[in-house]
């Protein structure tokens, strides 16, 4: 049951963080999730019931999705520390508990600003918005505030011109040979534009199915899934878990 109620917390999801404007982007917390985005701007729907029996005692995969594999949340840093960055949902109420969320960062833990750049985590200061993505499948502990293993950020920037997005699933070969990711959230068109890098920002021309992708975009069609040709896909790996449970359905 604990379990449960963890997976009902991380399943929340915003599919899409604007790298523009971030004022028009809604601030997540942990009881909203979001749809993939049927136009450039994300439209928010409630489906946090999903996470209802999503991993059991051991965090493995018990009950088919669909389910994106990364669960991901929007805050402001309030706080840096060694081993833990503290943020806030409501910036207005920084102090209010129930606004917290602590992230813990590792050493493989990525960084990245919206365009895409690769950064460190001595980048990151306090009032950045960020978008972290955590695994679902990731262990967390039953606390107060949340506390979420931060294996992506994403440091946003308000003054940028162009919009762009990011998502991160595990992608595979859909029934019309599309690589679509386990969410069903958003589907890929790889070309040559595309610019294809490791977790070392290093190009690669190593597979993409069955692989964890982070995706960078700057625009989706209004289908369901959303397809986009990305701007930029970094290889994260194999995600055995995903797969498994992908298998399954």
Known sequence: MKKSVIALILIAALLSAGCGSTSAQPTVTPAQTEIPAATETP???????????????NSEALQPGPYASYAVNQATVVEIGDEMIQTTTDVNAADDFENTINFVPSQDTLVYDAQGNKLSLSDLKKGDLIT????IYTPTPMIMPPQF???????ENASAEKPCFTWADTFIMDGEGMLTGAGETLTLTIDDSVNVVDRDDAKTQAALE???????????????PAQTTPLKVVVLGENELALSNINAQ
Do not use: R
Not at 149 to 155: D, G, K, N
């Open 210 to 224: 069955n692989m964890d992708l982070l995706v960078f975009y700057d625009a989706a069609t209004k289908s369901v």
């Open 132 to 135: 972290v993505y955590t695994g």
């Open 149 to 155: 293993q931060a294996e992506i950020i994403i440091i």
């Open 43 to 57: 439209d928010q729907t409630d489906n946090s019931d999903q996470g209802e029996a999503l991993v059991d005692e």
